[in-house]
């Protein structure tokens, strides 16, 4: 493994994990919630929106950690476009976008996610 590799690979899984847990509550918190559900209850909007910038946030960090991750994980992108969304528009969230990017794109991401960090447990 490349000396550059290495010295990303403590911080890289931890970033991977984070996203991962992060993505797995945004889905638990809306399991069995419709989206009307979701619209009216605002305590579960902000954990949902919170979970999400976190997630966005994580993919952030480990992209800057591993570059190469962009072409391995594109599902980073559309977390990323959440966190910022959410974070620097929080007057225009959609929260029917939030609600369908979580339980429609959230499953492949924490897929991904435990895809990637697997391949920590090998090395």
């Known amino acids: 493994m490349p000396a550059v590799a290495t010295c990303m690979s403590a911080r890289l899984p931890k970033h991977l ?3 991962a847990h992060a993505a797995a509550l945004a889905l638990k918190f809306l399991a069995g919630r419709s989206l009307d559900d979701y619209r009216a209850d605002a305590m579960l ?3 949902v929106e919170r979970q ?6 994580a993919c952030r960090r480990a992209l800057d950690e591993s570059p190469p991750l962009r072409d391995r994980m594109p599902e980073f992108r559309l977390a990323l476009a959440m966190r910022n969304r959410i974070a620097h528009g ?26 990637e960090l697997a391949s920590f447990a090998r090395d």
Do not use: C, K
């Open 52 to 57: 999400v910038e976190i997630v966005g946030e």
């Open 90 to 115: 929080y007057d225009t969230v959609d929260d029917g976008i939030v609600y369908l990017t979580v339980t429609e794109h959230f499953p492949a991401l924490v897929q991904a996610l435990a895809r």
């Open 45 to 47: 909007r902000s954990a």
């Open 17 to 19: 994990d984070d996203a």
